[in-house]
């Protein structure tokens, strides 16, 4: 079975650093991509950053550009997300996803990230 469980959750000021975690089990060499995503209360869930599990290619969304990092540590089966310069903006649940293939997709339960002015 596929599980992915983030971590990292914290409250953080402005201009701080949190580091997410995405630790992983079930996943294949045919797997797709993992990403992390986000929502803001009020808002829509949307993506932040993505690696694929192909050529290890990566996306980030604009706002997040050179800010956040995403990683693969293959060997402990786990997915980072550095997140430096945090802004209030930056204050949302974030989740892990699997794109295992064309139509199968699975997340991970979210991981609270607060971020004060």
């Known amino acids: 079975d596929v599980q992915l469980q983030a971590s990292g959750e914290g409250l953080v000021q402005a201009g701080g650093s949190l580091r997410l975690s995405c630790a992983t089990s079930?996943?294949?060499?045919?797997?797709?991509?993992i990403s992390w995503f986000r929502q803001a209360p009020g808002k829509e869930r949307e993506a932040v950053s993505c690696?694929?599990?192909?050529?290890?290619?990566?996306y980030y969304e604009d706002s997040v550009k050179g800010r956040f990092t995403i990683s693969s540590d293959n060997a402990k089966s786990t997915v980072y997300l550095q997140m430096n310069s945090l802004k209030p903006e930056d204050t949302a649940v974030y989740y892990c996803?699997?794109?295992?293939?064309?139509?199968?997709?699975?997340w991970g339960q979210g991981t609270e990230v607060t971020v004060s002015s």
């Open positions: 996803h699997l794109r295992k293939n064309v139509v199968t997709t699975y």
């Open positions: 079930g996943i294949t060499v045919d797997d797709i991509a």
């Open positions: 690696i694929s599990s192909v050529d290890g290619s990566t």
